[in-house]
């Protein structure tokens, strides 16, 4: 079983930064691709950003291009979402996840190929 733990999420002012953490753990963990996704009130699950694990390719939605960047420490089996300039509609409850196969490039942006999930971390951008 892998377990995925988010961490420092928070309240910010418009155009302030926060820097989300992920750790995994697990018997035998090996993943694919991890990345994080986030769900505002009344909103569906919308994908932020993934990265595949041993190459360092990174996804971004067209929303958090430019001020988001995700990254990963290896050594620590961690996941990092950097994220700056951040605005009101930037507000939502940030889940990480990862999936150990590769399943096709159109399952890296959707939450439907991602096997594991956190429990997720509140962000709070006021205005």
């Known amino acids: 079983q892998v377990q995925l733990v988010e961490s420092g999420g928070g309240l910010v002012q418009a155009g302030g930064s926060l820097r989300l953490s992920c750790a995994a753990s697990?018997?035998?963990?090996?993943?694919?691709?991890m990345g994080w996704f986030r769900q505002a009130p009344g909103k569906e699950r919308e994908f932020v950003a993934t990265?595949?694990?041993?190459?360092?390719?990174?996804y971004y939605a067209d929303s958090v291009k430019g001020r988001f960047t995700i990254s990963r420490d290896n050594a620590k089996n961690t996941v990092y979402l950097q994220m700056n300039s951040l605005k009101s509609e930037d507000t939502a409850v940030y889940y990480c996840?990862?999936?150990?196969?590769?399943?096709?490039?159109?399952?890296?942006?959707?939450?439907?190929?991602?096997?594991?999930w956190g429990k997720g971390t509140l962000v709070t951008v006021s205005s």
């Open positions: 697990g018997r035998t963990f090996s993943s694919y691709v």
């Open positions: 996840a990862a999936d150990p196969r590769y399943r096709g490039s159109y399952y890296l942006t959707h939450s439907e190929g991602m096997n594991y």
């Open positions: 990265i595949i694990w041993n190459s360092g390719s990174t």
